[in-house]
């Protein structure tokens, strides 16, 4: 009887919690939660409000690593998408789609109809949302070489595509970016042809008077700035130097060593008001940095795109620990290719991506003491060689050992071959449609005054991130089924509706289930009825 229907297209929710303004949103919701203690649970509840501002306006991303392989694959997908191409591959014809986004290419449940039917609606569709195909894209590539020999370079896209995308992509050129090469492998100076020159401080200026004649030129409402390019060494955090935001400016104006081109680029970000994403393992975000986005009230998020291996880890500790099974031992091998694995080659590199990608069990271990005990922890092994003869094709090995049922071992070997960049542009499409979002949500709680922005540290945007960076005091989540949730039910509060679960009890008792066939037939014959 029951089935899946997906509706496309605007919805509006018919609810004394929401309305609709000209320019907004507006929701009640009633937040729910369970306070635990000592052995004592009680149910919480908070009322609150929800606005939502409609207009999203013309929004441009500048993306830092903008020639290499995921800048190029980013905006080449837009200019495919918005174009609407199709091209021939060996095994036919294609054509351009946002597969792999969440946003664009996966759906949300949103409620049943009168029949009991799941009622699934596009994630975009829930709440006004930016579209790539309307962004203006730019930014900056420490190689100068245009998108169209770039995307050339990189081999991620399909010949006849790249053919058809050419004339487009060889008009855009990168800015000048920095480069500062004691943070980045020592391979990565060949391509070191475009970079600004000066002090730190002045090339912090460039970079903010770039963002501004950026916004300006192309007459936009709003931008936003992604770091997709190397992988920096973990920088030092020195009292007096980077700690708090009034020593990380002055350290920068006195040309500090110990300051970073990404922390750079977030400083210029944060004084310019847009919204800062970190896609490497790098640790950006110094604490001068955390502090200076809170006194800009000013957004950021990272670390690290997770997209092929971490993001299938996630999913699998998830299942093995919530299923009662003891995971004691994650052995992780990947080998590729682009200019990633050339400069993860290095050391210090590599060590900024293994703390990445270790850290991402902790959550789903730390939840079952039936299984750790306090400090225990799963033996995890993460390797990363550069194999250049496979290019963007990255080849991830993984082996699962756990212990099952009175002392029997469970193994679970995993070969994944992930695209490296068709897998991680969708992130960046994510990432930047979620983080304008939240730019326009806000929330009252009963009793004040005053609209609430997000946490400058937008937690919301883990799902896309490998290393979570989440406000001093919050748990860190890596469960990616939980991650989603959360999106989901955060939008949906934006709406005034009560968080999606599972419990379907519509369908679990004999007098609800009489009374769901009674509408069914009802509308049989009403249908029925009308045609005749």
Same mark, same amino acid.
């Given at each position: 009887?029951?089935?899946?229907?997906?509706?496309?297209?605007?919805?509006?929710?018919?609810?004394?919690?929401?309305?609709?303004?000209?320019?907004? =949103?507006? &929701?009640?919701?009633?937040?729910?939660?369970?306070?635990?203690? @000592? /052995?004592? #649970?009680?149910?919480?509840? *908070?009322? %609150?409000?929800?606005?939502?501002?409609?207009?999203?306006?013309?929004?441009?991303?500048?993306?830092?690593?903008?020639?290499?392989?995921?800048?190029?694959?980013?905006?080449?997908?837009?200019?495919?998408?918005?174009?609407?191409?199709?091209?021939?591959?060996?095994?036919?014809?294609?054509?351009?789609?946002?597969?792999?986004?969440? =946003?664009? &290419?996966?759906?949300?449940?949103?409620?049943?109809?009168?029949? @009991? /039917?799941? #009622?699934?609606?596009?994630? *975009?569709? %829930?709440?006004?949302?930016?579209?790539?195909?309307?962004?203006?894209?730019?930014?900056?590539?420490?190689?100068?070489?245009?998108?169209?020999?770039?995307?050339?370079?990189?081999?991620?896209?399909?010949?006849?595509?790249?053919?058809?995308?050419?004339?487009?992509?060889?008009?855009?050129?990168?800015?000048?970016?920095?480069?500062?090469?004691?943070?980045?492998?020592?391979?990565?100076?060949?391509?070191?042809?475009?970079?600004?020159?000066?002090?730190?401080?002045?090339? %912090?200026?460039?970079?903010?008077?770039?963002?501004?004649?950026?916004?300006?030129?192309?007459?936009?409402?709003?931008?936003?700035?992604?770091?997709?390019?190397?992988?920096?060494?973990?920088?030092?955090?020195?009292?007096?130097?980077?700690?708090?935001?009034?020593?990380?400016?002055?350290?920068?104006?006195?040309?500090?060593?110990?300051?970073?081109?990404?922390?750079?680029?977030?400083?210029?970000?944060?004084?310019?008001?847009?919204?800062?994403?970190?896609?490497?393992?790098?640790?950006?975000?110094?604490?001068?940095?955390?502090?200076?986005?809170?006194?800009?009230?000013?957004?950021?998020?990272?670390?690290?795109?997770?997209?092929?291996?971490?993001?299938?880890?996630?999913?699998?500790?998830?299942?093995?620990?919530?299923?009662?099974?003891?995971?004691?031992?994650?052995?992780?091998?990947?080998?590729?290719?682009?200019?990633?694995?050339?400069?993860?080659?290095?050391?210090?590199?590599?060590?900024?991506?293994?703390?990445?990608?270790?850290?991402?069990?902790?959550?789903?271990?730390?939840?079952?003491?039936?299984?750790?005990?306090?400090?225990?922890?799963?033996?995890?092994?993460?390797?990363?060689?550069?194999?250049?003869?496979?290019?963007?094709?990255?080849?991830?090995?993984?082996?699962?050992?756990?212990?099952?049922?009175?002392?029997?071992?469970?193994?679970?070997?995993?070969?994944?071959?992930?695209?490296?960049?068709?897998?991680?542009?969708?992130?960046?499409?994510?990432?930047?449609?979620?983080?304008?979002?939240?730019?326009?949500?806000?929330?009252?709680?009963?009793?004040?005054?005053?609209?609430?922005?997000?946490?400058?540290?937008?937690?919301?945007?883990?799902?896309?991130?490998?290393?979570?960076?989440?406000?001093?005091?919050?748990?860190?989540?890596?469960?990616?089924?939980?991650?989603?949730?959360?999106?989901?039910?955060?939008?949906?509060?934006?709406?005034?509706?009560?968080?999606?679960?599972?419990?379907?009890?519509?369908?679990?008792?004999?007098?609800?289930?009489?009374?769901?066939?009674?509408?069914?037939?009802?509308?049989?014959?009403?249908?029925?009825?009308?045609?005749?």
């Amino acid at each position: 009887m029951s089935s899946y229907i997906n509706l496309d297209g605007e919805f509006t929710v018919e609810s004394e919690s929401c309305t609709y303004t000209s320019d907004s =949103i507006v &929701a009640d919701y009633t937040y729910e939660t369970t306070m635990v203690d @000592g /052995n004592v #649970v009680k149910p919480v509840t *908070k009322k %609150m409000q929800f606005k939502t501002e409609k207009k999203v306006g013309k929004v441009g991303v500048m993306l830092v690593g903008l020639g290499g392989n995921n800048g190029t694959t980013c905006v080449a997908g837009a200019i495919a998408n918005k174009l609407g191409l199709e091209w021939e591959t060996k095994e036919g014809p294609m054509k351009a789609n946002y597969w792999g986004s969440l =946003i664009l &290419a996966s759906t949300a449940k949103l409620g049943n109809d009168a029949e @009991g /039917n799941s #009622v699934y609606v596009p994630m *975009k569709n %829930m709440l006004p949302m930016a579209n790539p195909n309307d962004i203006v894209w730019g930014g900056w590539d420490i190689n100068g070489m245009n998108l169209g020999e770039a995307m050339k370079r990189s081999k991620v896209l399909d010949v006849q595509l790249q053919q058809k995308l050419y004339p487009h992509m060889e008009k855009i050129k990168p800015l000048k970016s920095v480069y500062f090469p004691d943070f980045i492998a020592a391979n990565q100076g060949e391509r070191a042809d475009n970079v600004l020159t000066g002090t730190k401080q002045e090339q %912090m200026e460039q970079l903010r008077k770039d963002i501004k004649d950026f916004k300006t030129n192309n007459s936009l409402d709003k931008v936003l700035v992604l770091w997709t390019a190397n992988t920096e060494r973990f920088a030092s955090v020195e009292e007096s130097v980077n700690d708090t935001a009034d020593n990380l400016l002055a350290s920068i104006a006195r040309d500090e060593a110990e300051i970073s081109a990404s922390t750079v680029f977030a400083v210029a970000s944060i004084l310019e008001g847009c919204t800062f994403i970190n896609g490497s393992p790098q640790n950006t975000f110094v604490p001068g940095v955390i502090e200076l986005a809170r006194k800009h009230k000013c957004f950021i998020a990272g670390d690290d795109f997770k997209s092929g291996q971490t993001k299938m880890k996630s999913v699998l500790v998830d299942f093995l620990v919530s299923a009662g099974i003891k995971p004691v031992s994650i052995v992780s091998y990947n080998h590729l290719g682009n200019n990633d694995g050339k400069n993860l080659s290095a050391p210090s590199q590599f060590r900024s991506k293994e703390i990445s990608k270790s850290n991402v069990v902790d959550d789903m271990v730390a939840s079952n003491r039936i299984l750790f005990e306090e400090d225990e922890h799963p033996d995890h092994c993460v390797v990363i060689k550069y194999v250049p003869y496979v290019a963007d094709s990255k080849r991830a090995m993984d082996e699962y050992t756990s212990e099952i049922f009175m002392g029997g071992k469970n193994t679970i070997v995993m070969h994944n071959t992930c695209e490296d960049s068709l897998l991680a542009t969708p992130l960046i499409y994510d990432l930047v449609i979620l983080g304008e979002l939240c730019e326009r949500i806000q929330i009252k709680f009963e009793g004040q005054d005053k609209w609430e922005s997000f946490h400058p540290i937008l937690s919301l945007l883990s799902y896309m991130l490998k290393a979570p960076l989440v406000p001093s005091g919050a748990p860190v989540v890596n469960a990616l089924f939980t991650q989603r949730c959360g999106i989901i039910n955060v939008m949906r509060a934006c709406l005034g509706l009560a968080p999606d679960n599972h419990m379907t009890l519509e369908h679990r008792f004999e007098s609800t289930l009489a009374e769901l066939q009674e509408q069914a037939s009802t509308k049989h014959v009403d249908k029925k009825a009308r045609t005749q």
